[in-house]
């Protein structure tokens, strides 16, 4: 089983649309939990930081439910420069090393 | 403007050649890192530094070598050894090991014909 599991997509949704990502995590000892974004061919940028209490910053929301182990990305309202690869990423509590998913691409269509 | 480097942006070798690529960071960043990112697959950690002169193999170190002589640098070597190094290679850098927010350069992207 992967560390860190994403549905690769492709997720193919109108401008307007919300559409939603899962990510499910392995070891439970995780501590920390972040949404990347990963243009084509460029490089991963934070997207934003997962609380336990879940946090919305804009169009995006993310939460964390840590009994089932897995985190989620909403995005309300999608624009065209939504389309991108989302990447889930997972603090090992052990040994500080980040996990990251494999990512979920978007592509967000007039 | 505070960042992170790498070069070059593509990079061409023959099989059985070693090759260097380069990461700078004037961030002022304890940390550092190098991961691969192969089709389908998540970023994988090959090496990271916590502070200068001190690294940490990864889970897939075989076939790579670093060096952190310097707090802004941290290159890594492809050797001959590693078999399939065809990859988009990502360096990062945070405030420390285990910071939050990792920052990462453009990558390399290596072709080994």
């Known amino acids: 089983r992967k560390e860190v599991e994403q549905d690769p997509g492709p997720f193919n949704v109108p401008e307007g649309a919300t559409v939603a990502f899962n990510c499910t995590y392995s070891?439970?000892?995780?501590?920390?939990f972040f949404w990347y974004r990963q243009d084509c061919r460029k490089e991963p940028k934070l997207l934003m930081s997962?609380?336990?209490s879940g946090n919305e910053d804009g169009r995006f929301t993310a939460q964390l439910n840590r009994a089932s182990q897995y985190i989620s990305l909403l995005i309300r309202d999608s624009k065209l420069s939504d389309s991108a690869t989302y990447l889930c990423?997972?603090?090992?509590?052990?040994?500080?090393?980040?996990?990251f998913g494999a990512g979920t691409r978007l592509t967000v269509k007039p | 403007d505070g960042g992170i480097t790498q070069s070059p942006k593509y990079l061409f070798r023959k099989e059985g050649q070693n090759v260097t690529l380069s990461c700078e960071q004037n961030?002022?960043?304890?940390?550092m890192y190098w991961y691969r990112q192969d089709p389908g697959q998540g970023l994988r950690l090959i090496y990271y530094?916590?502070?200068?002169?001190?690294?940490q193999k990864g889970d897939i170190a075989e076939g790579y070598s670093v060096s952190r002589e310097k707090k802004e640098s941290f290159p890594l070597t492809v050797t001959s050894a590693q078999k399939n190094p065809t990859a988009f290679y990502l360096c990062?850098?945070?405030?420390?090991?285990?910071?939050?927010?990792?920052?990462f350069g453009p990558g390399t992207r290596l072709t080994v014909l």
């Open positions: 990062a850098s945070s405030m420390s090991l285990g910071d939050n927010e990792q920052f």
């Open positions: 070891n439970s000892a995780s501590q920390s």
């Open positions: 997962v609380y336990s």
């Open positions: 990423v997972v603090n090992d509590g052990n040994n500080n090393d980040m996990r």
């Open positions: 961030l002022n960043h304890d940390a």
């Open positions: 530094s916590q502070i200068v002169n001190d690294f």
